[in-house]
């Protein structure tokens, strides 16, 4: 069965390649938001479940993830595992919470190309059979694509790198995808104001704690101009550090440099949870206005 598959998948490259069609890297930034969501409907929930639905008409191959929730220290690490763990990091939720969950095969052979690749870029790249899919990455996927039938590669941030070197390991994914004619979507998760001291349990969704609202509106401009630069410049901005963004905005660095230069953010959506935390949506298009795969 497995060989089955592999064949089916490699015969479906070939004749796409036999076709002109062409290969494309997609690049989403989404926040997770809470494990509430997965029992909540609205909006939200709508848009990403419409998400889904357009990446899998363009038949997307797999999906590379990087989540807020796995932060490595010194290296960007690559998960090669084949069947990378489903992480329930969280606690203290009501019991119904714990009984979802999200498997996913990987692409392990790919896996290895892109830490080789990373490595012959000078990239602090490394492979790992730890940690897996986290909430911050498989909530969005819950919905999104509920098939479960991609394979999802998790990826990490690191704490001791710069925003510039997320920046250049973005555009890494994307020369390695590019080169191996696969058909990729990138997703970065996140918040891009997570002050879970502000939260104001029961608000649901509402307005933002206010300087993170105008943290986000400066971002958000930033995106929507594709003007990236100013974007790894953010934590200059007094603000940066009111917003706090979930994990150090290390994950939308990422996504940027995948979405490559000449393109620019589309705001699919913006609004609040419980006052402390920011929701938001953007999809990369091509500043032309195609999407960001006219870029590559």
Known sequence: MKNLTFLSKLFKRILRKNKNFDFMIYSIFVSHGSPTLLVEDGEYVELLKKLGREFKSKEIDLIIVASPHWIARDELLVQTSPNPKCIQDYYGFPDELYEFTYEAKNDADFAIKLVE???????PVSSTFDWGLDHGAWVPL??????????????SSALRQTPEMHFKWGECIREVAEKANRNVLFIGTGSTTHRLDKIVWGSGASRVYPPGEKFDMILLDLLKKGEYEKVLQL????????AMPEGGLFTMYITLGVAGKGTKGEVLYYGGWSYGVSMCAVKFINKTGGKNEDSN
């Open 235 to 242: 934590s200059e901005n007094d603000l940066f550090y009111q």
């Open 142 to 155: 819950y919905f999104m694509f509920p098939e479960r039938d991609l394979p999802v590669m998790p990826i």
């Open 117 to 123: 690749g990373g490595r012959r870029k000078g990239l």
